[in-house]
Structure formats: C-alpha cells, structure tokens
C-alpha cells in the first residue's frame, strides 16, 4: 500500500479552456415522436372475451365484469393473488382504466398489458385502493390487460361489476411521446471506424476535462458490440453501453478517470458516470479515480480496478453497484468508498472506511483494522432504470425488479429481472422545455426523460402518477427560479427518480427535491419509491441559496447514492452567499439509504425523524467555513453534529459513517460530536468514525459522548465500532 496523505482541502479550479465541438446533426437519435393520442370514450373492453384466476362460483363469471350490465359482477376465490385479464382482439393504445368494484375490493393491485398473455408490463399500481369507482389514468399498449389484485380489502375475494377500458382516438393536441434525444446525446455504432470514434471521445473529453462548473453536458452511448477505444471521461460526461446486459458492449482499451488536469488530485473529480458495458482494460486495469457523484454501475472489468490517480494523488469517495471486477479492485490512496450488490476478485487495501454490503469477494469485516465494514447483503434494492436498444432498434428503458436481502450482481445468471418500457411512454424533454410542459407530459400519463442540458424551472415539477419514471441522461442539471421547490413527488408507489443534478438558484427555495408530501403515511412496502445518482449543489456554479435540499416524507423510500453538497468553492461562496440548513431531512418510516454523501451544510448535515431507517455508508465534511462559534449556532457552543437522529426515533441502524472536519476559516472551532442520536436500544450504530483534517478544528466525541476526539495535524481517525 502507497503511503495516504492526508485529505486536500479542495480549492478552485482553473478556468476550462473552450474547445469547438462540431457535431454533425445526424448524431441524433434517429427516432421519430410516437403521438400520444387523446383518450377516447368508447369501451373497448365491453364484451370482449374475458377470463379471470378463479371465480366464486358460476354464478360470478370473468365475462360479468364486460358486459355493461352493473346488476351483474365477477367475483374470485377468497385468496391471493388473484387476476382479471381481458383480450382486446388487437394492440391498442390505453389511456384509461374505469373499475367499478363491489364491497370486495382490492386495497393493493396493479394495471398490466401484454402482447401475449404471457409477459406483463405494470401501467399502474397502488397498495392503497379505495373500492368504489375508480377512474385510471394510465399509458401503455398491449393487446391483453388484466387487474392483478394482491391484497383484498375484506374477508371475500376480489369482486368487479364492471371494468371499461378507454384508448387513444388520435388527435387532441397532447404532447408526444418518444422522438429524438438531441444533439448532446452521441450514439456510437460498432460498424464507425475505430479513429472516428476515438477522435469524438477525445473531442468532448478536451471539452469537459476541466470544465468543472460549466453548461455543457454529454452522453457517450455504446450500441452492442465491440469498440477497441480509450474514453476518457470528463465533467458532466456520462458513458454507457445500450445493450440489454453489461457484456453487450466491450471497450477494448478503457473507461478512465484520471486527474492530470488539478495536478494529481482526484478530490474534484465530480459528476461523472459509467454504466452498463464491459471493459479489457488494455494495461490489465482499468482507472477511476473519482471521488463524489461518479457512479460506476453495472460494469464489467475484465481486470483489476484503479480507484486512485496516477502518482497516487488525494481521492476521496466513490460508489459501485450492481458491477463485476473479475480482478482487484485497488483503493491505493482512496479515504472511503461503497460497493453494493456485486462480485469482485479481490481487494488490495482500505484507507479510513471501505463498506461492502451484498458483495460477493468482499474482504471479512474488519473494522477498524482493517477498516472494512462488511454486510453479507442488502436489505431492499432495486436497481436504477437504464436506457437500450431492443432487438428491432427501439429505444426502451428497463426499469430492474425490486430485490430483498440481495447479493452480488443481478445479471450474472443472466438478463436483470425487471420489465421495459418503450420510449413512445417517456416526454423526452429538452432544455428549452418549460416546466409547464413538462407538468403537461406527465399529466398525460407520460413518463420523463431528460437530456443532456441545464432546465430552468419556474415553477414546480410535479410527479403524481404512481410508478412514474423520472430519468435523466447526461448530467441534466434542474435550476429553481424565483425560489420555487424544483420537484416533488405525491405519496404513491414505487417513483423512480434517477441521474439528475438538482442546483440551486438566487433566491432561496425552501426545498429542491421533496419525496412525498408533508404528513404522508401511506404504506409503500411492496413498491417502494426510489432515488438514485441524484446530486444536489448550493452554489459554485454561481450564487445559489435553498434551506433543505432533499426532503423525504414517503414511508419505504430507498435513497441509492445521494451527494447534497453546500459548494466550499467556486463561484457564489460564502458563510452568507451560499445558505443552506440541512442537506437531507428523512420524516417517513423505513426509509433504506445507501451511499449518502452530505457535505457542508449550515446546520445538521442529515435530520433522521422517522422510525426503521437504516444508513449503510455515509460520507460527510462538516461546513469549512463558519467565522465563529456563535455564527455557525447561535443557542449552543457545541455546534452542530453531521448526522442527528430524532429523539422521537425508537429504531434506527447504520453501518459505516464518517464525518470529517477542516474548519479552514477558524480553526479553533469545535463540534461536540459527529453523530447525535438517542440512547435507546433499538438504535444502533456499527463502525462510525471522525477525522480532524490537518487539525483544522476539532469534533470532541464520535457519537454523543462516546469516541475520542478528533484533532491534531496527523489525520488520524477517532473511531467507535459498536453503539450502543
């Protein structure tokens, strides 16, 4: 192991140099809008043929449920789970579901279509059915569709006296679905000739190398098959393979991270991904020396694993899912990383705080010598949805199953579980694109891709459509004007929110992204709403301003791989430019996160309300720049620590968190302790640590008043491996 220096307080970049890209506009997505049609009136189901599960008996035939006649009805055995399929004799486009239910209803089902009775795509799901009449607004097509009820509201089974069923009549004037995905979106094919492809790489990379709080924004995609190419990956760069699985697309070369561009230092290298391919590194490794907001998912390395710059320069923090490293992986200088839910040969070495949870190869637990911190798996996951092209050359996104008590990665045994879904149902939204547009898509049903681009929103985004996909490519970057809250979400199941950078604007917003609004309970277990690869910033790309930056009131929210950072540098900084109490503010129950990177806020960096939560991973450095005590909190010298659980909280867990404080401005400030949590058995903490950076301040005590204290110029970790 490489001697570690201690951790580089990050200082401002050098200003980008500008490189001319000409793109030629036929790099487009060549795909043409699929019209979202408006919703027609007619039945289509009426008097199709029907089956069903199971009846109660003759009397309470599948057919009843068709017929237009409300004094007859279809009615189930008295189990679960239990399904009402209709043929409409012909793929139709379904905009609207009408379910007229008798007393026994379903509190829990789904809407599923299919083209042949066999393979069934969700279009809406609920665990919180009402009975009654029940108007569904929904998108999909399919030939079959059926009600597939799972939990029933009464002793009785699952009981319809009618089920209509409303498509598209064409026309109407609604936003269309599907269509190109811009200029900054470059499609690479295997027949291009391997110069053409290196030189465009390089071209973005001398672009964006250095680019640090710059408006352009790429994605790098790779149709299946096999490249024999370096990608040098930049600022706002994502690269990703368009195959089904990771071994679809092989670079032969590749996918590197390095950090020549800040001198050997990799603590600024931000805000860049790699996803969905395989990789033979041509030297044996492949490099990513990254620290926050770099994802590295569902990727094969044919090879060892770089995790540090050339030199072996400062790095500090990185994120793995869902990957295969067939060699080592190879922390060398990296302070803190987590791999979740996949398969390596082996690891090299551990700095300060290395979690492994659901790894297969993962070193034993060692904590804090050597400092891993290993769980054999992860309670809830579910994969983060991911744009391919299908067989025929259309563009799906597949949105991966929900998977409990997971391991290793979820293709090697073949396909990802999971269901596509086409891109006619995304609004493939634009920069130019309003949020009153964009409310307009999802209102109809539709659900939202976004390019590569900055969004200035000037009003609120609002997702209220159960299982709605929100998915960004490339870095899109959602900037609030006038103080608006960016985006929230309603409190149904199973919202999928993934890869977007949320930064704030002048004017304070209270919040940017909430999850659920407030005082939401309802019980989201069986298809839990999701957050993954979503960044947040207060300033450095110039003056921005919001008090909270995530927000999360839904119950059973899985939170996968979070950096909500206050700028330390940059444009638009300073104790009283870049305001910002808390980085993320958890209010619902059960609530799961992985790989929460939350960093400098003004007050608690994390506030944890609600009751089951469980943290594995969490990264933090305290606010570097309060001028005094009393400026950083008013009504206690103690400060403020990075990670408070609720006195209220009954039950809480978390693995492998450290926080970290280098008090630039005033050095002799002291936070009383890194973590603030209540003494009762049912919250419990495994391997926390706190680092005094250089001696830079001090945090007197690791968790409450339990740990050492954290000070001195040697950089060494105060560490606690059990708490209680």
């Known amino acids: 192991m490489h001697p570690v220096p201690p951790h580089a307080p990050p200082r401002r970049a050098w200003p980008a140099a500008l490189f001319a890209l000409l793109l030629a506009a036929a790099l487009a997505v060549p795909a043409g809008r699929a019209a979202a049609a408006a919703c027609g009136t007619s039945d289509a189901a009426l008097n199709r043929p029907a089956t069903a599960s199971s009846t109660e008996n003759a009397s309470f035939p599948a057919s009843a449920a068709v017929d237009g006649n409300t004094a007859t009805r279809w009615s189930s055995a008295f189990s679960d789970p239990q399904w009402l399929q209709i043929d409409l004799g012909s793929t139709q486009d379904i905009c609207q579901v009408v379910l007229n239910w008798e007393t026994a209803y379903a509190t829990a089902f789904q809407i599923q279509v299919s083209d042949n009775a066999s393979t069934w795509t969700t279009i809406y799901s609920t665990s919180a059915g009402t009975g009654g009449n029940q108007t569904l607004t929904v998108t999909g097509n399919g030939r079959y569709i059926r009600m597939y009820g799972t939990t029933r509201a009464t002793q009785w089974g699952y009981s319809l006296f009618g089920m209509a069923v409303h498509t598209g009549s064409g026309g109407g004037g609604t936003l269309p679905g599907g269509g190109g995905l811009g200029p900054n979106v470059i499609v690479f094919d295997p027949s291009m000739s391997a110069s053409d492809v290196q030189g465009r790489l390089d071209a973005v990379f001398r672009e964006q190398e250095s680019n640090q709080f710059g408006t352009a924004r790429y994605a790098l995609l790779f149709k299946p098959g096999s490249y024999n190419v370096n990608a040098n990956i930049g600022f706002y760069t994502s690269i990703a393979g368009l195959g089904r699985n990771p071994d679809d697309v092989t670079i032969n070369g590749g996918v590197t991270v390095d950090a020549g561009w800040f001198g050997g230092n990799a603590t600024q290298n931000f805000w860049r991904s790699a996803e ?51 060699g080592q992986v190879q922390p060398y200088s990296q302070q803190q990383w987590l791999t979740r839910d996949s398969q390596i040969g082996g690891n090299l070495n551990g700095v300060w705080n290395m979690v492994f949870s659901g790894v297969d190869g993962a070193p034993a637990q060692g904590f804090p010598n050597p400092p891993y911190t290993t769980l054999g798996t992860s309670p809830v996951t579910r994969e983060k949805p991911y744009l391919y092209v299908d067989s025929g050359g259309a563009y799906q996104v597949f949105v991966p199953a929900l998977r409990r008590d997971s391991h290793g990665t979820t293709w090697s045994g073949g396909p990802t579980p999971g269901s596509s879904v086409p891109l006619s149902r995304f609004y493939v939204a634009k920069p130019s694109d309003s949020a009153a547009t964009i409310n307009t898509a999802l209102s109809q049903g539709l659900n939202l891709l976004f390019t590569p681009g900055i969004y200035h929103l000037s009003q609120t985004i ?29 409190d149904v199941d199973g919202v999928k929110l993934a890869g977007m950078l949320f930064d704030a604007g002048p004017v304070d917003s209270p919040v940017l992204l909430r999850l659920g609004p407030d005082g939401a309970g309802a019980d989201h277990a069986g298809d839990p709403s999701s957050v ?157 640590l706190t680092v005094s950076l250089g001696g830079n301040g001090t945090i007197r005590h690791v968790i409450n008043d339990t740990g050492p204290e954290a000070s001195g110029t040697d950089t060494v970790p105060a560490n606690v491996v059990a708490f209680p």
């Open 532 to 688: 993954q690869d979503v960044f947040f910033r207060i300033g450095g790309a110039g003056p921005g301003k919001a008090s909270k930056s995530l927000v999360v009131n839904s119950d059973d929210a899985i939170l996968d791989h979070i950096w909500a950072w206050r700028a330390d540098h940059g444009a638009g900084v300073g104790w009283t430019v870049n305001t910002a109490d808390n980085g993320v503010i958890v209010n619902g129950d059960d609530v799961t996160a992985y790989g929460l990177f939350v960093e400098h806020y003004q007050k608690y960096q994390v506030v944890w309300n609600g009751d089951g939560g469980k943290t594995i991973f969490f990264q933090n450095e305290m606010p570097y720049d309060p001028p005094s005590q009393s400026a950083w909190r008013s009504d206690s010298p103690d400060g403020y620590a990075a990670y408070k659980v609720a006195d209220s909280v009954t039950t809480h867990e978390g693995w492998g968190l450290g926080s970290y404080c280098y008090f630039n401005v005033n050095p002799s400030i002291a936070a009383a302790r890194g973590f603030e949590v209540p003494n009762r058995s049912g919250v419990r903490f495994h391997d926390l």
């Open 276 to 326: 969905n391919l395989s990789i033979s590194p041509s030297g044996g490794a492949d490099r990513w020396a990254v620290s926050q907001a770099a994802p590295f998912r569902r990727v094969h390395v044919r090879g060892d694993l770089n995790l540090a710059p050339s030199g072996y320069g400062w790095a500090s923090g990185g994120y793995i899912a869902d990957s295969k490293v067939d």
């Open 462 to 490: 609002n997702v209220t459509r159960p299982d709605t996909v929100v998915l960004g490519i490339g870095y899109p970057t959602l900037i609030p004007d006038n103080g608006v809250t960016a985006m929230t979400v309603a």
